[in-house]
């Protein structure tokens, strides 16, 4: 017997305008997906949805259809709509992540040449790393070397004026407005070239 390529199988059906079959949706695995997305114990997702924590466990566990109305408090609670508990996400994909940063609540870690405010420090697993700076540097002298790490880096400057020096290119001086991108990897650091400190956005890749 030859054997044959699931993926073409896939292909020739849809070509012959074959529907797939979906695989039948586990609820309670759906929800507890969604809540370990937004790194919620069920404690706390027991509260956000005003439900009992025994009940959500019983759901999750499926030990209990929960009624319609459950289902709708589920979906406030998890801020997303009663259609969406029913939706498998796409592979390798998890729906429904967010986290919204205020102005005054991030995380700050300060060196002698920069203040960083870390943004969007609730969520794990990330694939980007974005925080807003604020440049202390005012010469290349202020630093012990150059800035090296894994990844891509994304540079949007907020205020003030900066210098980009790279290692492998000519200094670049940057306004409000400006951006760049370029690989991590490769020597870098910023200055202000203003009066008072200048902000920027940085946004890294994490791989």
């Not at 959500?56 to 319609?68: D, F, V």
């Not at 700050?108 to 794990?124: F, G, N, Q, S, V």
């Not at 949007?156 to 409000?176: D, N, S, W």
């Amino acid at each position: 017997m030859t054997n044959t390529d699931p993926k073409s199988l896939i292909r020739i059906a849809r070509e012959n305008g074959a529907a797939e079959t979906a695989e039948p949706l586990d609820l309670g695995a759906r929800v507890r997906e969604l809540r370990k997305a937004r790194n919620w114990t069920l404690e706390q997702a027991a509260k956000q949805a005003g439900l009992a924590r025994s009940t959500l466990s019983k759901i999750e566990n499926g030990q209990m259809s929960p009624t319609y109305e459950a289902l709708k408090k589920l979906a406030v609670g998890l801020e997303i709509s009663v259609p969406q508990l029913f939706t498998a996400p796409s592979k390798g994909q998890v729906n429904g992540r967010m986290t919204v940063t205020r102005r005054d609540e991030a995380t700050r870690k300060i060196t002698t040449t920069y203040e960083h405010d870390l943004l969007a420090e609730t969520l794990k697993q990330k694939k980007m790393l974005p925080y807003r700076a604020r440049v202390r540097a005012r010469t290349m002298d202020d630093f012990d070397g150059w800035v090296r790490h894994d990844g891509e880096e994304f540079l949007y400057v907020l205020t003030g004026e900066i210098c980009l020096y790279t290692e492998f290119y000519e200094p670049v001086q940057m306004k409000r407005g400006d951006s760049a991108y370029y690989d991590a990897a490769m020597g870098h650091n910023v200055v202000s070239i203003s009066a008072e400190d200048a902000t920027i956005l940085w946004v890294t890749s994490l791989i």
